[in-house]
């Protein structure tokens, strides 16, 4: 299975700056998936990503955060006003080719996004 | 609400050895699928092995298989004949037949030691 891209590998921000982390997927897969990693804990799910629409988010995933797939093949998470506890390695995930299930999700190598 | 728990916060082998790393999980679900998830210094995760909680025959692949006991809610990950390139940090994970996230463990850091 093709893996799947993000950009940056690491991104350093002031607190209250806005970033935009990227994942790029093959163009026809279909749902995608953030996950929030904070350091020496778990992974948690964020949101999924369906058609263009969310499908399902968590807690976490407030009125800071949003997803968009703006031109058909990135598929980009945005925190609007970060803070110091958004600190964490990101990782996007992807199900198989033309969707699949969504239990077979393929990860990303993760941002690592600190703040200042 | 789901929730999974690994104990060992770490392990430890020899090179060679076999090592069991425990993870249990709570749920009201009757079907439902279970993963463990490989983690090395990269930080990429890297799937080891699933298994489908309908299936009552345990999971293998390679050196790695799981013990999987329903009822008592518990999925074990046995790795055989260990290697250094196992090191690594391992995450069990659940996940529904329906819905799309998973839910994952604190993780449980394996040393090999040569």
């Known amino acids: 299975e093709p893996e799947v891209t993000q950009t940056p590998s690491h991104q350093v921000t002031q607190m209250g700056q806005e970033v935009i982390l990227r994942c790029v997927p093959i163009s026809n897969h279909l749902y995608f998936y953030w996950y929030r990693q904070i350091l020496g804990q778990k992974v948690e799910f964020l949101v999924s990503f369906y058609n263009n629409e969310i499908s399902e988010k968590s807690e976490i995933f407030d009125d800071q955060f949003s997803v968009e797939r703006p031109d058909g093949s990135n598929f980009t998470l945005k925190i609007r006003s970060t803070k110091l506890e958004d600190s964490a390695m990101y990782f996007c995930?992807?199900?198989?080719?033309?969707?699949?299930?969504?239990?077979?999700?393929?990860f990303g190598p993760g941002t690592r996004l600190t703040v200042t | 609400a789901q929730t999974v728990t690994q104990s060992q916060p770490e392990m430890s082998v020899q090179e060679a050895e076999t090592v069991t790393l425990s993870c249990t999980y709570d749920t009201s679900e009757s079907d439902y699928y279970l993963f463990w998830y490989k983690q090395p210094p990269s930080r990429q995760m890297i799937l080891v092995i699933r298994?489908?909680?309908?299936?009552?025959q345990n999971a293998t692949e390679n050196r790695f298989s799981v013990n999987f006991q329903k009822a008592a809610k518990s999925f074990s990950l046995k790795i055989s004949d260990s290697q250094l390139g196992d090191a690594a940090m391992y995450f069990c994970a659940f996940h529904k037949i329906t819905g799309n996230q998973f839910y994952f463990g604190t993780g449980t850091s394996l040393t090999v030691i040569p």
């Open positions: 298994q489908e909680a309908y299936k009552q």
């Open positions: 995930a992807r199900t198989g080719l033309a969707g699949g299930p969504s239990y077979e999700q393929y």
